[in-house]
């Protein structure tokens, strides 16, 4: 019951912590996506305040491109110009080693593609990109036309097949707009990582339709190259992502998605540009990867060093085996030490010291186990040679031996009783035929000394098998006479015959008992191998017993047991020197006490019967 | 920003009459070389080389010439850029922003149906179709050259066939078109570009157009014709022109109403 119930505690233990386990993954996986979420929010307002940055101070980088002297001359000159379709090589030439010049000092803020238009619109010089075919102008570009207008502003435009982010500054000369100067910076791998240096742990790509066009990888400050590239979103991550976000309507209605899955390794806000390419499919893509949540076991063969020797190594030690030696003690009181009784009444059957397991010794299953165990002795004993039977009580003649040998190490005992096994095995007895025994001889019960206990009545033991020796002849087994002849003639006291109790299953090879004829009898409701049978005794029995003291009593009754038994001896022709009254007298005061105080029996009776043509005592506890 | 369905433009169609058919047959006579009458400059000399190497009897071809009374404004404003920045110069005021009456206005001959279609140039020019309202015969292939020098990606969503095709500097976009319209043309690469495809029949001439409103047709065979302008695909003034063989035509001004918009 201990074991089962540690059994279940275990499961439950485990269940919880399983559940508890997975239940704080998941949690912390979600509130990752939250928090992983919140930060690409921020990142995107970071690259959104990067941008409107760097447009402004490219505008600034460009003024003094405008406002140079030549730069300006050069254009006036352009814009002045009354024959549209030529422009002097002098004023091109001059124009494009001015812009080659200021371009080279911008620095970082050089251009990709830098434009010299005059009043009209019409590419007059350009640094970058394929040059222009003859007449070629930007003037309809919405950025160029308000540059010409007098405003400065930027833009954004794919301009031969590349994205570019722009910026145009007019340019005025002699009281009048005479041109532009237009510069582009292409959205390329340098101006991902420009903008990306401010943004740690940020994956930044620009994409155009489904291409990615440059991706820059943010790494954490001190982090390791091998873990940026461990972690680091590809393209393939970043094209997967884009490829349903371009079918998010958000994308178009509010010029960004909300956090995406970027791959199976990081999410990502998808955005569009700010400007004319925004609405041509150019975009930017702000993307962390995921922090992977290691599964349990991966987190503990990962855990590092120094997190495994913060852990509270004796709690985390101590409680499972505190756990453990409970569970050894509930498994060793509820499974070992029955298992082990079980075993031993086993071998005690095996070697023949006992006959039958005691049922009651044992709970639950083994109980059961042991009444199948029985039961298949008891069958096995049949099929051998019909002598099973049940119980039968103890046998003095296995006690005492033949008295012949006068085994002066006589011992006394029951083969029924529940501490059997604390009894010495009794030496095997001669080889007996499967014949009829005579009826036991009725002998008057002892008095109890000890206290008494209900004592269950006993199986009754089956009978040895019968070896193959020959038996002996029976001629007092088919002989009636000497069984009733010890009860019957007793002139006295003679409470035996109303007290000898038969075995419960009367089997052919059992002899008859006085019981049998006496119907008052009860049965020792305990006692599941009760063959001992416990009967009333007599009123006038008892009241005839007043009269004298208790071990007067029974030192009579030990005597015509002894008297029954030598003149049972006699008739069956078994010798009989040797055997005094002395000896006789102790071995059954001694067998007795053993029976009283291991049945908790009041009293117990002795009676003489024949088994096998020798003559047998039996002795029969009484509760009463 | 115009609808992607055809609307009903403003010509009327027009019943081929005699003297249409008079004209059309003079046209079919003579002969191609109207370009030598570019190159002398005189319409004595087409007419002398009319009659000197060609068909007698031909009809002389004329040219025509008149003004656009504009309004203040033709509509909207070129459309500011979705930007970060756009600040003045802080040097010198700003300019208003007047449309180009060459981009936003268009100036036909239309004559009865089966006229001899001289043809019209249209284009990408300076980032922008030139002129955004492109007129053409039904049925016939409108030719539009990308004289940018960046690509361009000109697609109308309800004309099969006219997608979103790169057409690359120096390079023409061919394409037929259908009866009806006007069809909305968009660049893929650069929202700013909308215009209009309108297809009419009896499609004589484009004139050409200057900054101030000022438009000509040269070698225009003498008949009666519509004279239509477009814009943003429909017709925002018409009337009625007729030339006489051998005479220069100079016609009234005629006003081209404000957008709806306005």
Redesign the interface.
């Given at each position: 019951m201990f074991s089962r119930f540690w059994y279940f505690v275990l499961a439950a233990l485990t269940g919880i912590a399983m559940a508890a386990v997975l239940l704080a993954h998941v949690s912390l996986e979600r509130r990752t996506g939250r928090v992983l979420d919140g930060d690409l929010r921020r990142d995107r307002t970071e690259v959104e305040l990067s941008?409107?940055t760097e447009?402004?101070q490219r505008?600034d980088s460009i003024l003094p491109i405008a406002v140079n002297a030549d730069i300006r001359s050069g254009l006036h000159a352009a814009t002045e110009r009354r024959d549209r379709s030529t422009i002097e090589a002098t004023v091109r030439g001059a124009l494009n080693r001015k812009l080659v010049e200021l371009n080279g000092q911008l620095r970082d803020g050089h251009a990709d593609l830098l434009f010299a238009v005059d009043g009209?619109?019409?590419?007059i010089s350009?640094l970058g990109?394929?040059?222009?075919?003859a007449?070629?102008?930007?003037?309809?570009?919405?950025?160029?036309?308000?540059a010409?207008?007098?405003?400065?502003?930027?833009?954004t435009?794919?301009?031969?097949?590349k994205v570019y982010r722009m910026a145009a500054?007019?340019v005025?000369d002699g009281?009048?707009?005479v041109g532009a100067i237009v510069h582009g910076m292409e959205m390329g791998q340098p101006f991902a990582e420009m903008l990306g240096r401010g943004l740690p742990g940020v994956t930044l790509a620009f994409y155009r339709d489904a291409s990615i066009l440059a991706v820059h990888v943010g790494t954490f400050e001190g982090a390791e190259s091998a873990d940026v590239h461990n972690n680091a979103l590809t393209r393939q991550d970043l094209t997967t992502g884009l490829a349903s976000a371009l079918s998010d309507p958000a994308l178009t209605e509010s010029g960004h998605t909300s956090p995406l899955a970027a791959g199976d390794a990081g999410r990502g806000i998808y955005s569009r540009v700010?400007?004319?390419?925004?609405?041509?499919g150019v975009g930017y893509i702000v993307a962390r990867p995921k922090e992977t949540l290691l599964s349990p076991v991966d987190s503990l063969l990962a855990a590092p060093t120094a997190d495994v020797g913060a852990l509270p190594w004796p709690l985390i030690a101590g409680a499972p085996m505190v756990l453990f030696l409970l569970g050894l003690l509930f498994f060793s009181l509820e499974r070992e030490r029955p298992f082990r009784r079980l075993k031993a009444q086993v071998e005690a059957v095996a070697d023949g010291s006992r006959d039958r397991l005691n049922v009651p010794d044992h709970r639950g299953h083994f109980r059961k186990l042991s009444e199948s165990m029985n039961r298949a002795f008891d069958s096995v004993m049949t099929k051998a040679g019909g002598a099973a039977q049940t119980r039968k009580p103890a046998d003095l003649e296995e006690i005492l031996g033949d008295t012949k040998s006068e085994s002066p190490q006589s011992y006394f005992g029951f083969a029924s009783s529940n501490d059997s096994a604390d009894v010495p095995a009794v030496p095997p007895a001669a080889p007996r035929p499967p014949a009829r025994p005579a009826p036991p001889m009725a002998a008057p019960a002892m008095p109890a000394r000890a206290k008494p206990r209900p004592a269950p009545p006993a199986p009754a033991a089956p009978p040895r098998p019968a070896p193959a020796a020959p038996p002996r002849p029976a001629p007092a087994m088919a002989a009636p006479a000497p069984a009733p002849a010890m009860a019957a003639p007793a002139p006295a006291p003679a409470p035996a015959p109303a007290i000898a109790a038969p075995p419960r299953e009367p089997a052919a090879a059992e002899p008859p008992t006085m019981m049998a004829s006496m119907p008052n009898f009860e049965e020792e409701e305990d006692d599941d191998e009760g063959a001992t049978m416990i009967a009333a005794v007599p009123e006038e029995l008892l009241a005839r017993s007043l009269d004298q003291g208790p071990a007067d009593l029974e030192q009579q009754e030990f005597r015509k047991v002894y008297d029954a038994f030598i003149e049972t001896k006699r008739r069956c022709n078994e010798p009989t020197a040797g055997l005094s009254f002395e000896k006789f007298r102790g071995t059954l005061e001694k067998n007795r006490d053993q029976i009283v105080s291991k049945h908790g029996a009041k009293r117990v009776s002795f009676s003489v019967y024949v088994k096998n043509g020798k003559a047998a005592l039996k002795a029969t506890p009484h509760r009463n | 920003m115009m609808s992607g369905k055809p609307r009903p433009h403003g010509a009327t169609a027009q019943v081929e009459s005699t003297a249409g058919r008079r004209a059309r047959a003079a046209r079919h006579a003579r002969p191609r070389p109207l370009v030598l009458a570019n190159v002398f400059g005189s319409n004595l000399l087409a007419l002398l080389a009319g009659a000197l190497f060609l068909v007698p009897g031909m009809a002389a071809a004329v040219a025509v010439s008149g003004t656009l009374g504009l309004p203040e404004s033709l509509g909207d404003a070129t459309p500011v850029p979705d930007q970060y920045w756009e600040v003045r110069n802080g040097i010198l005021a700003t300019l208003p922003d007047h449309l180009d009456p060459r981009r936003e206005l268009l100036v036909v001959l239309r004559g009865a149906e089966g006229s001899e279609n001289n043809g019209c140039d249209y284009g990408l020019r300076g980032g922008d179709l030139m002129p955004r309202t492109m007129v053409v015969e039904a049925g016939s292939t409108l030719r539009i050259t990308n004289n940018d020098a960046t690509p361009h990606e000109l697609h109308v969503d309800n004309l099969d066939g006219f997608t979103a095709l790169s057409t690359a500097p120096g390079m023409a976009r061919s394409e037929r078109i259908p009866a009806g319209g006007p069809y909305d043309v968009e660049d893929k690469l650069y929202p700013h570009i909308q215009g209009s495809i309108v297809a009419v029949t009896g499609l004589v001439a484009c004139g050409h157009l200057d900054a101030h409103g000022a438009y000509q047709f040269s070698d225009v065979a003498a008949g009666t014709y519509q004279l239509e302008v477009y814009r943003a695909g429909e017709v925002v003034a018409h009337q009625e022109v007729e030339l006489a063989a051998g005479a220069d035509v100079t016609l009234p001004e005629l006003s081209v109403a404000p957008s709806q918009a306005e």
């Open positions: 941008l409107r447009a402004r505008l009209e619109g019409e590419i350009q990109g394929t040059a222009p075919q007449g070629a102008g930007l003037g309809a570009f919405p950025l160029v036309r308000r010409l207008l007098g405003y400065a502003g930027d833009d435009w794919i301009y031969q097949e500054m007019p005025i009281g009048r707009y700010i400007g004319s390419a925004g609405r041509a | -």
